[in-house]
């Protein structure tokens, strides 16, 4: 059984920075494109970023490019999301998720979906 489990969440102030982590199981992500959404109250999910896993080539939301960062831990099958300079709009659940197919911004391209962690960033 495929489970994508994000941590790492948890309330910052602004300016600061949180790290989240996306463990993944069930079977091996080594080509799998591993991506990051974020869903504010009242609002669509949106994308952040995403990291194909064999080359490891990153692309960022403009909101968040420059301050993110996406790596990845083949090893321990665990992609990460580093968040700097957080602002008070960055607040949302974010979410990871994995595609074998689609290397895209698009939410429905994702197949495999974490139960997301809350990030909240104050003013």
């Known amino acids: 059984q495929v489970q994508l489990v994000e941590s790492g969440g948890g309330l910052v102030q602004a300016g600061g920075s949180l790290r989240l982590s996306c463990a993944a199981s069930?079977?091996?992500?080594?080509?799998?494109?591993m991506a990051w959404f974020r869903q504010a109250p009242g609002k669509e999910r949106g994308f952040v970023g995403r990291?194909?896993?064999?080359?490891?080539?990153?692309y960022y939301a403009d909101s968040v490019k420059g301050r993110f960062t996406i790596s990845r831990d083949n090893a321990k099958n665990t992609v990460y999301l580093q968040m700097n300079s957080l602002k008070p709009e960055d607040t949302a659940v974010y979410y990871c998720?994995?595609?074998?197919?689609?290397?895209?911004?698009?939410?429905?391209?994702?197949?495999?979906w974490g139960q997301g962690t809350q990030v909240t960033v104050s003013s």
């Open positions: 069930g079977r091996a992500f080594s080509e799998d494109t």
């Open positions: 998720a994995a595609s074998l197919t689609y290397m895209g911004a698009g939410r429905t391209g994702y197949r495999y």
């Open positions: 990291s194909t896993w064999s080359s490891g080539s990153t």
